[in-house]
């Protein structure tokens, strides 16, 4: 019990970090994300990946929405998704909600080429992992993005990678809208927790 609660310690502890020294990727620098935001450079919290994962039903299975549910309740999502729905309309919403799980499932993909596999899921379940989520996203000045989130939850190279997927598969546009979206549901998500500090970054 003791090791379990050093390593999930640990696991929130990276998660809550901030950004190291950045190093270019490509054409972007490292120091910030494609769509805005600082970008986090250190070690993922796989474990915590792993636990949201298991919310949504696992690798063969993921669903964003299940884990949305599985988090916080449906008649709590069913209300936050009204509330987008009449923020950015039903189309920008479904694609949000793909988006999500593309960017899941990609995110395993390029994982597993580099060798990396998820570990045992942290011990975090409900409302403690809504919660840690939302503090993997929040950059030094305590804003909400998504891209930071990303990068702690596979690295930042691999979110980088999982971009170019998207973007081949859905185009520009459903990525950034996914993005979009991501930075004011958590942003929601944030508040309705009581965490009242939380920034809505630009892009919303």
């Known amino acids: 019990m003791k090791i379990k609660s050093l390593m999930l310690t640990a696991c929130v502890a990276t998660l809550m970090a901030g950004p190291m020294q950045a190093t270019a990727v490509g054409k972007q620098s490292a120091s910030v994300n494609m769509f805005g935001g600082a970008a986090y450079v250190g070690e993922p919290a796989l474990a915590v990946t792993a636990a949201l994962v298991e919310a949504g039903g696992g690798v063969e299975d993921f669903s964003f929405a299940n884990a949305l ?84 939850a596979v690295s930042h190279p691999i979110h980088n990678r999982v971009m170019v997927d998207i973007n081949e598969k859905a ?10 979206i991501l930075n004011q549901a958590m942003y929601d998500v944030a508040q309705a927790l009581g965490m009242k500090d939380v920034k809505l970054a630009k892009l919303h």
């Open 69 to 152: 549910v599985t988090m916080l309740g449906e008649e709590t999502v069913n209300a936050e998704i009204t509330k987008l729905t009449e923020q950015y309309g039903t189309q920008e919403v479904h694609t949000f909600i793909s988006g999500m799980d593309m960017a899941i499932i990609y995110s395993l993909k390029r994982a597993d080429e580099r060798g990396i596999t998820l570990p045992e899921p942290a011990a975090l379940s409900g409302l403690e992992l809504a919660k840690v989520l939302v503090q993997a996203g929040l950059t030094p000045d305590g804003t909400f993005w998504s891209g930071y989130m990303f990068d702690k």
């Open 171 to 180: 185009g520009f546009a459903a990525d950034k809208t996914t993005h979009k």
